[in-house]
Nanobody, 124 residues
Framework: QVQLVESGGGSVQAGGSVRLSCAASGRTFTFATMGWFRQAPGKEREFVAFIKWRGSSTYYTDSVKGRFTVTRDYGKNSVYLEMNNLKPEDTAVYYC?????????????????WGQGTQVTVSS
């Protein structure tokens, strides 16, 4: 059974930074894509970024490019999302997810495993 546990959310003022962590357990993902998504109240879950477990190639949605950075740590079986220059519109519950296949998807439906989410609130 795969488990993903996010941590690191909280409240921050606009322009501030937050680092989210996602620890994976229960399975080794050789070719997985590790994704970060977010969901604001009343909105659909949206793609934020992903990183390939092997090779570490990354991809970001346009609204976070240059502000967010996704990384991974093999030894800790973890993925991180460093968020800088945060804006009020970044306020959401952030989720990490795993697509265990070879895809490079930005669609939530393509990800099989999800964490419980962590709240990030950015005040102006």
């Amino acid at each position: 059974q795969v488990q993903l546990v996010e941590s690191g959310g909280g409240s921050v003022q606009a322009g501030g930074s937050v680092r989210l962590s996602c620890a994976a357990s229960g399975r080794t993902f050789t070719f997985a894509t590790m994704g970060w998504f977010r969901q604001a109240p009343g909105k659909e879950r949206e793609f934020v970024a992903f990183i390939k477990w092997r090779g570490s190639s990354t991809y970001y949605t346009d609204s976070v490019k240059g502000r967010f950075t996704v990384t991974r740590d093999y030894g800790k079986n973890s993925v991180y999302l460093e968020m800088n220059n945060l804006k009020p519109e970044d306020t959401a519950v952030y989720y990490c997810a795993v697509d265990p296949g070879l895809g490079s998807s930005v669609h939530p439906a393509d990800y099989d495993y999800w964490g419980q989410g962590t709240q990030v609130t950015v005040s102006s």
